[in-house]
C-alpha cells in the first residue's frame, strides 16, 4: 500500500514538474502569418521569408506578406511586390503597411526602395518584434486602398466573428 501511495505522489510530482515546465501564455509568442506568393508557409522562419524576398519579380502573383499576431509599433503587416513589368517605374519595391490610427481604425501606407537591403532590413526587425519601419514619410493610400479593394463592401465589424470559440486562460 505504502508502494501504491509512493508511487501516485512520484507520479504526481512528475506531472507538476512537467506542467511547470510549459510555457505558459505570458511567454509563448505566436508565429507571424507568412504567405509567398499566394501561398501560406507552414512553420515560417527568418530564411523563409528572406528567400520570399529575395524571390520576388514582376509576376502579378509574386509578393511576401507578414503579419504578426499582435501589433508591433502599432504595424499589423508589412508586404512588399516588384511593379508589374507593364508598369514598371524604375522606384523598385512595393511596400505597404497596415497600421492603427489612433482612432480604433487602420491607416494603409505605401513606401518605395530600390534597396533590397533596406527591404530584408524593415522585415527581419519586424519578423523577429525588434521594430516597426519608421512610417514617418510614407505615403497614406487610406483612401485607395478602401476604394479600389472596396473594403466597406466586405466589411468584417466585430460582430461578424461572433464570441471565440477559446476560453481565456
Known amino acids: 500500500m505504502a508502494k ?5 505522489l512520484l507520479l504526481a510530482l512528475g506531472l507538476l514538474t512537467a506542467l511547470a515546465g510549459c510555457a505558459g501564455p505570458e511567454t509563448w509568442t505566436p508565429k507571424p502569418y507568412l504567405e509567398i506568393n499566394g501561398e501560406a508557409v507552414e512553420n515560417p522562419s527568418l530564411e523563409k521569408l528572406r528567400a520570399g524576398l ?7 502573383e509574386s509578393y511576401v506578406y507578414l503579419e504578426l499576431a499582435q501589433p508591433l509599433d502599432g504595424v499589423w503587416y508589412l508586404s512588399a511586390a516588384l511593379p508589374m513589368a507593364e ?8 511596400l505597404e503597411a497596415c497600421a492603427e490610427d489612433g482612432a480604433g ?8 526602395t530600390q534597396s ?4 530584408l532590413a524593415w522585415f527581419e526587425d519586424f519578423y ?14 487610406t483612401d485607395w ?13 466585430d460582430d461578424y466573428y461572433g464570441e471565440s ?5
Open 4 to 8: 501504491r501511495i509512493i508511487a501516485g
Open 128 to 141: 523577429r518584434g525588434k521594430a516597426a519601419p519608421d512610417l514617418a514619410g510614407w505615403t497614406d493610400i
Open 54 to 60: 529575395e524571390g520576388l519579380d514582376s509576376s502579378a
Open 165 to 169: 470559440p477559446v476560453a481565456p486562460v
Open 87 to 94: 508598369y514598371e517605374d524604375g522606384l523598385g519595391y512595393i
Open 145 to 157: 486602398y478602401l476604394d479600389d479593394y472596396y473594403y466597406d463592401e466586405y466589411y468584417y465589424g
Open 116 to 119: 533590397q537591403e533596406e527591404l
Open 105 to 112: 481604425g487602420y491607416t494603409y501606407l505605401q513606401q518605395r
